[in-house]
């Protein structure tokens, strides 16, 4: 299994769709076994969906993304966490410990949408 983030120094950047680095880390059996950077610059809508889907990423933990470029992602099977910030290798460690929907990691604004949500997973969206 593959997971992307998009990169903006050391942390989740903000948007997804203006992201210029994307870190793909490889799991297997729940531990990482390796990670790259790849560069995004200049690569936008159906373009960047077509990128991601190159390296094999099965989801994408990102913060802000549009709508139009989420359903691309959808449309090819991969699954898009949002809403998410923090320090890159926290959010690694949280994801790998089922930890990720803590506070700490959700945007601001992401708290309080949740207790709407019926599933208490309102950033998370499953194609199917």
């Given amino acids: 299994m593959k997971i992307a983030l998009p990169v903006l120094f050391s942390r989740i950047a903000p948007v997804f769709d203006t992201a210029n680095r994307l870190l793909v880390i490889e799991l297997i059996d729940g531990k990482e076994h390796g990670r790259k950077e790849h560069d995004l610059e200049g690569c936008i809508g159906i373009n960047r969906a077509a990128r991601i889907d190159e390296f094999k990423v ?3 933990i990102c913060g ?6 989420e359903k691309m992602l959808q449309l090819r099977e991969i699954e898009v966490t949002e809403h998410i910030c923090g320090l890159i290798d926290e959010v690694v460690e949280a994801y790998l410990s089922n930890q ?3 506070e700490q990691f959700l945007m601001p604004g992401c708290a309080k949408q949740r207790s709407f949500e019926t599933d208490n997973k309102p950033c998370l ?3 199917g």
């Fill in 100 to 102: 990720l929907m803590q």
């Fill in 58 to 60: 099965d989801q994408l």
């Fill in 125 to 127: 969206h499953k194609q």
């Fill in 64 to 69: 802000a993304i549009s709508r139009p470029l």
